[in-house]
């Protein structure tokens, strides 16, 4: 899958898990730029970036995302 790609499904996750069909995430989004988006919610978003994409991530890799373009490129890593 391209970045492009990842980033068009990753947005259907986001709108879904924080039930709003108008957000827009970018690159350097974090949790601070989503309203709702805390510790539990981001144990939430993880399980379902894997469901969606059917991967999955070690703790050390989910330790080492700092913002959502550090995900699409764990998830560019995992899918074929």
Same mark, same amino acid.
């Given at each position: 899958?391209?970045?492009?790609?990842?980033?068009?499904?990753?947005?259907?996750?986001?709108?879904?898990?924080?039930?709003?069909?108008?957000?827009?995430?970018?690159?350097? +989004? =974090?949790?601070?730029?989503?309203?709702g988006?805390?510790s539990?919610?981001?144990?939430? @978003? &993880?399980?379902?970036?894997e %469901?969606?994409f059917?991967?999955?991530? +070690? =703790?050390?890799?989910v330790?080492?995302?700092?913002?959502?373009?550090?995900?699409?490129? @764990? &998830?560019a890593?995992?899918v %074929?």
């Amino acid at each position: 899958m391209t970045h492009p790609e990842i980033h068009q499904k990753l947005t259907l996750v986001f709108r879904d898990l924080f039930d709003d069909p108008t957000l827009e995430i970018s690159d350097a +989004t =974090t949790a601070k730029d989503v309203a709702g988006w805390d510790s539990i919610m981001h144990v939430t @978003l &993880i399980v379902a970036v894997e %469901k969606a994409f059917g991967i999955s991530f +070690t =703790t050390k890799e989910v330790k080492t995302l700092a913002n959502v373009g550090s995900l699409i490129q @764990l &998830i560019a890593k995992r899918v %074929k």
